[in-house]
């Protein structure tokens, strides 16, 4: 019992102030007001007692324990709400002389935020239009940040006492410049515009001083921007109304409110299949098994997709089966995908013009096993050669010296014939390919091969080879390399893609 009445005692020495101001209230399960009010008490307690009688406690007992707990949480983990002002500050300031007119613009939210903006115009302006043209940007960029309440201050008095109607508007000019800035108040849920004295407001005048006198090429420290015309200045422009409806539309609408035709039949071709598409964002992509989420084009999107592919500098002017399988692979999707690819190349003209006529069934592979990837080579020469003097022609690559020069290098000269074992044919049908890609790309200008082989390779090394279902790319590597398609327009690999 000693040991509760001396954490009393010791707890009124340590808040000696809080119990000499207010009345205390000590809640305990001991008897401590019966033992500190006995007539018989002796030792250390009486000298306790003294000391606490002139403090006014009360003692009452302790309310039940779960009761107790709930309200010791609550107290010790309550946390403090700290209300924040969303009320953001506007300082502007404009600047007109004979060098030039700028802007001055100083955007403080909560937090410590800030943007600074420095503004040149493009034209020439009074004091009072350069102060109306920064007060209007300044408002513009709140507009782009999201504020709805904000407190512009202006050490223009003119310009403070005009927006508050205070003083009347009479020049035209500036008449157009207050109800260009009635029409951007409505859109805030509160602006007030004060004035300020021009000491209160140097930062936002250094920066339009600065922007006023600046030469291009300076003035890195702040966000610029240049104005080339007055807000007041009207354009004509005509309004063109653009379709937004493709085939993602009944999907897309489907996904996001469940919403249904009210044909049962339409109704059910849109429920099934929408299993298969996701909405990320602004994109919309449908899911497949064995490849990647393949992007959903419209009908411009997949125009662009097809010319890229096909003639574009990945380009190989291929087939339809195999420019289908090319923009599938590099991860685009829409419903006529075969049909379009196949109606593309037949209005493709170096594709007609220069199209092989096959009128015997190809031959099969033969395949060559291989230790590792490169470990033999096939070369095939494209000819034919210029024609020699004399009686020397083709006996180049069959005499002594040829087989010598040879056998210095350690090349292992393979003769080819027919169903010979040691080769399958690779080269030649790699070289029959690049040779009609030549043909389509060139035309007339034959002397400009050189500079279209790299692409024509590499156009060659991501399309998917019929035997394979493969690019070489991928044997090679492990992975397709991407093609300027998805630079154009961004695939789904290539926007999620983490170094």
């Not at 249904?260 to 099934?272: C, N």
């Not at 379009?340 to 594709?351: E, S």
């Not at 020069?405 to 049908?429: C, D, M, Y």
Request: glycine content about 4%.
């Amino acid at each position: 019992m000693e040991k509760v009445v001396l954490t009393l005692v010791y707890t009124a020495h340590q808040l000696r102030h809080y119990f000499q101001s207010h009345q205390m209230v000590v809640r305990t399960d001991c008897p401590m007001a019966k033992i500190l009010r006995k007539p018989e008490l002796a030792g250390r307690l009486v000298a306790w007692t003294i000391e606490l009688s002139q403090f006014d406690i009360h003692f009452k007992n302790r309310r039940p324990l779960k009761a107790q707990v709930l309200a010791d949480f609550i107290n010790e983990f309550t946390v403090q709400r700290h209300t924040t002002s969303n009320m953001w500050n506007l300082h502007v300031d404009g600047s007109s002389n004979r060098l030039g007119s700028g802007a001055g613009v100083i955007l403080e939210g909560p937090n410590a935020f800030a943007i600074e903006q420095s503004i040149r115009f493009g034209f020439r302006a009074s004091n009072n239009q350069a102060e109306y043209e920064t007060l209007l940007a300044g408002l513009r960029l709140a507009k782009e940040m999201g504020v709805k309440r904000i407190t512009s201050w202006s050490d223009s008095e003119i310009v403070a006492e005009l927006v508050n109607d205070t003083y009347q508007v009479r020049d035209p000019i500036m008449l157009k410049y207050y109800q260009e800035f009635k029409k951007i108040k409505d859109e805030f849920d509160e602006v007030c515009v004060r004035h300020t004295p021009r000491n209160m407001n140097e930062q936002a005048d250094r920066l339009a001083r600065l922007a006023s006198q600046r030469k291009p090429g300076q003035l890195h420290s702040a966000v610029h921007q240049e104005i080339l015309q007055p807000i007041i200045t009207k354009q004509e422009c005509i309004d063109v109304e653009i379709s937004s409806h493709n085939w993602m539309t009944p999907l897309i609408r489907y996904i996001i409110d469940d919403s249904l035709l009210e044909d049962t039949t339409s109704a059910k071709k849109i429920k099934m299949p929408a299993a298969k598409y996701l909405l990320l964002g602004k994109h919309f992509y449908r899911k497949g098994i064995s490849t990647p989420m393949l992007k959903c084009l419209d009908h411009d999107q997949a125009n662009y997709v097809m010319r890229e592919i096909h003639e574009g500098i990945c380009g190989t002017h291929s087939s339809g089966r195999t420019m289908a399988a090319k923009i599938l692979r590099a991860g685009y999707y829409w419903p006529t995908l075969t049909q379009d690819c196949h109606l593309f190349v037949k209005k493709c003209i170096p594709c007609q013009q220069y199209g092989p006529h096959i009128h015997q069934h190809a031959d099969t592979l033969r395949p060559i096993s291989s230790p590792w990837p490169f470990a033999i080579w096939g070369m095939d020469l494209l000819g034919p050669f210029p024609l020699a003097k004399g009686q020397y022609n083709e006996l180049q690559f069959t005499d002594r010296r040829f087989n010598e020069f040879l056998e210095s290098l350690h090349i292992k000269h393979r003769v080819t014939s027919v169903e010979h074992p040691q080769t399958n044919g690779q080269a030649e049908a790699a070289n029959k390919v690049i040779l009609h890609e030549l043909k389509r790309r060139l035309g007339s200008a034959k002397r400009e091969w050189a500079e279209k082989l790299p692409k024509i390779l590499w156009a060659y090394r991501c399309t998917p080879q019929t035997t394979t279902k493969e690019t070489p790319s991928r044997l090679t590597y492990g992975t397709d390399a991407m093609v300027p398609v998805e630079i154009g327009e961004p695939s789904f690999r290539r926007k999620n893609f983490e170094e």
